[in-house]
Each structure stands twice: as C-alpha cells, then as structure tokens.
C-alpha cells in the first residue's frame, strides 16, 4: 500500500517571516488527521500549500493519483492541478459563503462539480444532488432553494455536499465547525464521521478545536511557529503529551 | 497474545520546571489466548497507566509490547489504529461518544469499523444490549442523556461487540447491579472461552477471582527511587 | 466641420491598424475575447460604439453598408450609425442583405443566408458569458484558457430548475469549434444555428474592450442537456404582414384593447417578401402600405 499523500519538507515564508517549515508526513487512504496549534502557528498556511492554494518555497506534496500513481502536485500543470481539485480532492472552508456559490439554488451548487467533470443529464444531475442533499440532512424541497435562505449549519452542510459528490479521496477542512453554534457542531461532526467511514475518506482538518479532533482524527499533528512539535496518535497526544506546548495546549482546556 | 518486557514510563512536566516523574520500570507481562489476568496493586501503583500504555493511548518510555504482531510502542499510529479496530478492545470506565448518536449505532460501530456488515453490527448490538437489559426503547436516543450505570452498560457492550482476539477491561463491573455483573461475567467467560486474552483491572474481589486465571502486582513493576 | 475634415471612417489610420489586428487575432482563435484599446467615440456606450469601431477598421471605400438594431433598419441606433459613416466614409448604404458588403447588427441576424465575402460585425454589450455567475475577470479567463465550462451549464440548470425548461431566450451560450464558449451577443437563440455561416463575423465590445469572431464555416455548437436540447424557438404564429411562416417575429401592440399583430423582426426580409407578392394576415394592400 503506498500512502495517499506524502508530505516532504513543505516550507513557507512571508519574507523574512515563517509560515510554515519543513513540514514532513505521510497520510495513508482513509486516514483522518487534525492539525491543531494557536492562530498564527502556520497551520492554516500549511494546509493551504497542500490544497495548492499557495505555492511553497520549497518540498514536495505527493499524491496518489487514479491515472498515474504518485505525482508531486506542485510540479504538475495548473489544468491537471485544478481538475484534481474537482475530482479527487475537496476543500471544506470555514465560512460556506466561500465554498458556496450563494447565487444559484442548492442543486445547482451540488450540481456544479458534476458538471464541471462532464454531466450533461439534467434529470441525473438533479437526482444526485438531491440524494447528497438527504446524505447531508437536507430536505429534498430545498433543492431549489439559494444557499442564502439557508441556516449557518444547513450552509455547511451543503458545502460539504457539494464537495463530495464526486466521490473525492482527500479533503481538506480549515475550521469545519468553527462559525457553528455547539449542538449543530455536534451534528456536523457526526455527519463527517459517517461520510468519512462509509467513503473511505482520507482527510486533513484544520482546528484550534481539541474536541473537534479527539472525535474526527485519527491523528494529530500539532503546531507551534511555523513548525510541527508534537506528532502522533490523537488520543495519545492528548492524553500523554510528550511536547511541552502541547501539554499547555491540553490544560488550557475549559473542563466542562 | 499480549507480551510485554522491561516497560518502562515517566512523565515530564515541561510546565512546571520540566519536572520529571518515573512512574514504570521493568514491567514485564505475558498472557496467552484464553487467558485472563488481574492487575493488582494500590491505587496509584500505574495499574491504570500500564493499561493505557498496551492501548497505544500512553507513550511508553522503554521496552516492547507486543500486542499480536504489533510492537505498540514501537508502532506506527496507522498500526496501532488497525490493532485497535481488529485485535485489541478497551473498555474503559467511561463512555466516549458523539453527540446525538442513536446507542444502537454506538453500539455497532467496532463491529463495521472491523469490517462487519450493517446486519451483522445491528444483529450484534441488539444482542448486547437486550442481554446488558438496556430499555430497548432506549436503543434510539443518543447514550449522553442516560443515567452512569445504563451507560456503563452501553459502554461495555460497545466493547464486546466485536469479537477481539485480546480486550483491556477497567473496572468492567463497577456501579453495576448483581444481574448485570453477572451478565458481565458472563460476557468475559465467553471471551476467553473463544480464546481471547484479556487484561483487566477489579476492584470486585469476588468477580476477579471468578474470571481471572492469576493476578499480577503492578506495584513491582515501580521504578528505583531515587534518594 | 466639413466631411473632409475626418479620416477615412472617423478613426486614424494608427488605430485601425491596432483594430485589425485584433481581428485577425480572433479570426485566428474562433471565440477568443482579445483584448483591445477601444477609442471615446463620438456616441454613448451602450449604442455600439465597440461595433462602430470593427466596422470602420473593415470599410473600404469600396464597401456597401447596412445598419441593423433588432433586425430594422429604419430605428434610431441604426439611422444614426449609417448617417456616421455615411458622413465620415462616403460609402453605399442599402437595407437589402444580399447587397451589403459589410453588415453592422444589434441583436437579429438577418433572415436571409450570408454569402461568402460579407461580414457581419455585432454590437456586443457584455462579452464574457461566464461573468453572471463569476464575476472575477481573472478566475473566468483561466477558465476560459483551461476550458474550464462546467460553470457555464449551472446557468442552464438554473433555468430548468426555476422554469422547467431553460428559459434563455437570447446571448444563449455557444461553443466554438469545440473550444471557447462565447456569448452571441444579445441575438435570440432563434438565430443560434445561423452562427454557422459563409460570412465573418466579428464582435465589438467598446465599453468591455474586447473583440472576438467567428469565421466562415466554423462550428457553433448552442449548450444544453441531453435531456433538455436546445431548442431554436420563436412565437408559434406566421408574419402577419408578408405570411412568412419562418421568419423570427416582433409581437407588436396595436390598439388599447391589447389587439395585437406579429411581423418580421427582419425587416428589409418582410418588405422583400411582400414586394414579391406574399400576404398575411392583415396585410389588406392599406395597413401594409401604411406600416411600410
């Protein structure tokens, strides 16, 4: 088995500033990993570099491919890159209104990256975006509906419909809960949890969250100035910090 | 099943002056299949730590525990994960769930996380918990609203629902009633009639002699204090 | 000011060059927006001042013209731009299809075919079909160069689904020769198949500064679904003056009692028609004099 995304040595600097540094790890198909450390730790950065949303500096971001095996992402042509960002990866951001487009009806948002990948049947497009709508919890009746007339839940719902209806392998998620009130987190987390299971997803979160990842990842990577101090098992490092950030990370946890 | 030779732990408080604290030296376990041992020993004597350590969830310092043919304190997390999905369960003290989850799915999870099917896990869980008399017009609300001893009993039929060849057991038959420990003892029987190897810590003296083939005393396994 | 003040069709000869060779660009690249340094002309926005500016980097002094806005040749938009290079480039006129040279054109494609050697030059208001649904000019260009259009087919599910039927009714998106998709500029879709022509035909945004073309017998392909085709619809009625029965028609308001007629929207096609003798429905010899 070779894993599904090798990470080697990805470095990104704000001029004389850190983003992230040598950052290095593998992650194998349908793992889960969460990436946590305080605002400005370079983990938000890292993921980007990662999406191909920003390019590094320096290092390699290997990806399995269907077609070809594994390839080095940043090396690849923009095309190729960019039609893997519709295929086999997604992206779950923060705030939906960025994932979303808020413009057209709930359908037509799951419905895009069908199309964008060649779906030419309006009556087959229409019946998968209502059966992702029903995955996320989403009432058929609204599938015509804008995203706007949507609550924040609902929202990211939709997002996170839309960005799996092409079955992708990888997705990342900066934050998924962080706008969300608590009892629709908890919802939303469960969600991810099924579709993240029944797909076989392998994916790579983003939180300052500690609850969020003790629930969704598998593993935990944690962050401190651009560089990862503490790597391992989520609920070893949680539980059993070796680093000493990451042990004032844990205690400074509100007990409830 | 589960070896282990000269394990050893401290922790390091790097918080408080980097403090460091040796809690293990030189523990040594073995326990075959169809076998179940006691850890015994004052509270505080790293009963508690000794098991976390063969579940992956503390870090050992030094030694090998050898769980199957994973070394878990050697392994890679993605072993030690599918270790913890095929060989080895834990039941612990506490129930660990997600929000707003239906018990019969907390319940099925290890048996498809396993690989199981839908039938299979569902048939198991309504087995586990009509046996463990949880209410079966409970079986649709999530277990986070229960009382401490109905979700001592989801947790432990959580725990049995796949069949692992080795199983950690924490206090399994605390704050529960004569009928359900009896169900419970019941549960760990058929465990180690089926072969597994089971770890378990009892305060119950009477149900530990019940199961348990020997005890071992983890206050042997403190580390030399240092004068 | 006499006539003999301005240069040969108002522009300078520097910048007709430039115009040119923009051309010749999307005549190179069928249904590529190439970029293009559009001239203040001495009209507004909005009354094809891109167009304008094709038109007079093509005429010749050689050249016979005609003028169309929605299909006439006799509205405001279209008098004035035939008097402009009347004025400014002392060519022939006419509002017979078949003897114009060059053909400038709002919104209509005349009925009758183009032969090869026309050109018909459009005046396009917003040139870049994605923009309605994403307004960054630098994500729809790399679109474009990626032939990125899954976008494109989101405004037709729209249509289906609020309409049940994809409600676009004109500037219904083409594909070219397999390539770009390109907005027609505000034509019905009626005249989508006739895309594929003899002719050149070039597209002017003044404002947008862009200018694409399409060239002879190039492949224009109108997107739509397998389940819903496109569909080159016009009103279910024949001319009402020349009894054309396949002529795009204006529905036109006669009196205050919501009576109402349709006629060719082609104009020069309907007098033609009636020249030779044809008749509709209320062209008793006194209306059609009279709407003449």
């Given amino acids: ?256 | 099943m589960i070896e282990l030779s000269d394990v050893s732990k401290s922790f390091v408080l790097h918080n408080q002056g980097d403090a460091v604290i040796p809690v293990m030296a030189g523990a040594a376990l073995s326990v075959a299949p169809g076998e179940c041992v006691a850890l015994v020993g004052n509270s505080g004597a790293g009963k508690s730590t000794l098991m976390r350590m063969i579940y992956g969830n503390y870090l050992a310092g030094g030694g090998a525990i050898r769980v199957g043919d994973v070394d878990v304190a050697r392994a890679e997390p993605r072993e030690i994960l599918r270790m913890r999905r095929e060989v080895l369960g834990y039941v612990s003290q506490f129930l660990r769930v997600v929000p707003r989850v239906p018990t019969l799915d907390v319940v099925a999870e290890p048996v498809l996380a396993a690989g199981g099917s839908h039938a299979e896990a569902e048939a198991r869980a309504r087995d586990l918990l009509a046996r463990l008399n949880v209410p079966e017009r409970l079986w649709t609300l999530s277990p986070t609203t229960f009382s401490g001893g109905e979700q001592q009993r989801v947790n432990i039929a959580r725990g049995f629902a796949h069949l692992f060849p080795a199983m950690l057991l924490d206090e399994p038959t605390a704050s529960l009633d004569a009928t359900n420990r009896a169900v419970v003892l019941a549960l760990i029987a058929e465990a180690k009639a089926r072969g597994a190897a089971i770890v378990g810590i009892f305060h119950d003296a009477e149900a530990r002699a019940q199961v348990c083939d020997r005890e071992v005393d983890v206050s042997g396994f403190a580390p030399a204090q240092a004068a | 000011m006499t006539e003999t003040a301005y240069n040969f069709a108002y522009l300078d000869e520097q910048t007709k060059r430039m115009i040119r060779r923009a051309i010749l660009k999307g005549v190179a690249i069928p249904g590529y927006q190439v970029p293009f340094a559009s001239r203040e002309m001495p009209m507004p926005y909005g009354w094809g001042t891109g167009g304008v500016q094709v038109t007079a980097a093509c005429l010749t002094p050689a050249d016979t013209l005609k003028v169309i806005d929605q299909g006439a040749d006799d509205t405001t938009n279209a008098v004035s731009i035939r008097k402009f290079f009347q004025r400014t480039a002392q060519v022939a006129v006419t509002e017979h299809t078949e003897e114009a040279s060059l053909i400038q054109t709002r919104h209509r494609i005349p009925e009758t075919p183009l032969a090869e050697g026309q050109i018909l030059v459009y005046q396009v208001p917003i040139p870049e079909p994605l923009r309605f649904l994403e307004p960054r000019e630098t994500e729809t260009r790399k679109m474009h160069a990626l032939e990125e259009y899954g976008l494109m087919h989101v405004k037709l599910y729209e249509d289906i689904a609020h309409n049940g039927e994809i409600s676009t009714a004109y500037a219904y998106p083409v594909q070219v020769e397999g390539r770009y998709v390109m907005d027609p500029s505000p034509i019905p879709k009626f005249d989508n198949p006739r895309l594929e022509s003899a002719a050149v035909q070039l597209f002017g945004a003044g404002r947008e500064q862009r200018i694409y073309a399409i060239p002879p017998y190039t492949q224009v392909v109108s997107l739509d679904f397998e389940d819903y085709p496109f569909e080159a619809s016009k009103a279910d009625h024949p001319c009402d003056l020349c009894g054309c029965a396949t002529s795009y028609l204006d529905e036109v308001i006669v009196d205050d009692a919501g009576g109402r007629m349709f006629v060719c929207s082609d104009t020069d096609f309907c007098s033609t028609r009636r020249a030779e003798g044809h008749r509709g429905r209320l062209s008793g010899e006194d209306l059609a004099e009279e709407l003449a």
């Fill in chain 1, 1 to 256: 088995m070779t894993p599904l995304l090798q990470v080697k040595g990805v470095t990104k600097r704000y001029g004389a500033r850190l983003g992230c540094g040598d950052v290095s790890f593998d992650l194998w198909p349908g793992e889960v990993m969460g990436i946590v450390g305080e605002s400005g730790s370079g983990k938000s950065t890292l993921l980007s570099c990662l999406a191909g949303h920003l390019s590094p500096d320096a290092g390699e971001v290997i990806f399995d491919t269907r077609a070809e095996g594994p390839r080095d992402v940043l090396t690849m042509s923009e095309p190729a890159r960019r039609m893997l960002g519709r295929t086999d990866w997604a992206f779950v951001h923060q705030n939906p209104r960025d994932g979303l487009r808020m413009g057209v009806s709930a359908g037509a948002n799951v419905g895009e990256r069908l199309m964008a990948v060649g779906a030419r049947h309006y009556g087959q497009i229409r019946e998968q975006a209502v059966d992702w709508l029903g995955r996320v919890e989403i009432a058929a009746d609204r599938v015509d509906d804008r995203p706007r007339a949507f609550s924040g839940g609902m929202q990211q719902r939709l997002q996170i419909a839309r960005n799996l209806v092409t079955g992708p392998r990888l997705v990342f998620m900066d934050e998924p809960t962080g706008g969300l009130d608590v009892s629709v987190q908890a919802r939303l987390l469960d969600l991810l949890r099924g579709l993240v299971r029944e797909m076989g997803l392998s994916a790579i979160i983003v939180t300052h969250d500690l609850a969020v990842v003790r629930l969704l990842a598998d593993r935990l990577m944690v962050m401190k100035g651009g560089h990862v101090v503490e790597t391992g098992l989520t609920d070893q490092v949680l539980d059993d910090p070796q680093h000493g950030y990451t042990q004032l990370l844990v205690s400074s946890v509100l007990q409830v």
